[in-house]
C-alpha cells in the first residue's frame, strides 16, 4: 500500500498542473478517468478505486473544491499542510 502524496509539474517556472497520488494498492494503474469539475479529474483503478486526482489549473483550484471532490468519493479530505507545496509555488 502506497499513502497519499503530492506531485507538482512547473512550466516556466510556475506550477502548470498538480497530482494528488490517493493511497492505493502498490502496481495499481488508471483504468478510467471521470471529471468532477473544471480543473478537477479523478482517476480509478480497474476496480473503480479512485488512485488519484489531477489538478489542471492547480493556482485557480481552492482546496475547499479539491476537498468537495474528495467528499464525493469517500476519501478523507486534504489538508492545508498536504497542500502546502503547491501554495509555496
Not at 507538482?8 to 498542473?17: E, L, M, N, V, W
Not at 497520488?21 to 480543473?39: A, D, Q
Amino acid at each position: 500500500m502506497q499513502d497519499r502524496y503530492l506531485e507538482i509539474t512547473f512550466r516556466k517556472g510556475k506550477p502548470f498542473a498538480a497530482y494528488i497520488y490517493l493511497s492505493r494498492m502498490t502496481g495499481s494503474t488508471v483504468s478510467t478517468t471521470k471529471k468532477f469539475t473544471e480543473g478537477i479529474i479523478a482517476d480509478f483503478d480497474n476496480e473503480n478505486n479512485v488512485i488519484g486526482l489531477e489538478i489542471t489549473s492547480p493556482a485557480q483550484t481552492p482546496i475547499s473544491a479539491i476537498n468537495d471532490v474528495l467528499h464525493q468519493l469517500h476519501v478523507s479530505p486534504i489538508s492545508e499542510q498536504e497542500l502546502a507545496p503547491l501554495k509555496a509555488a
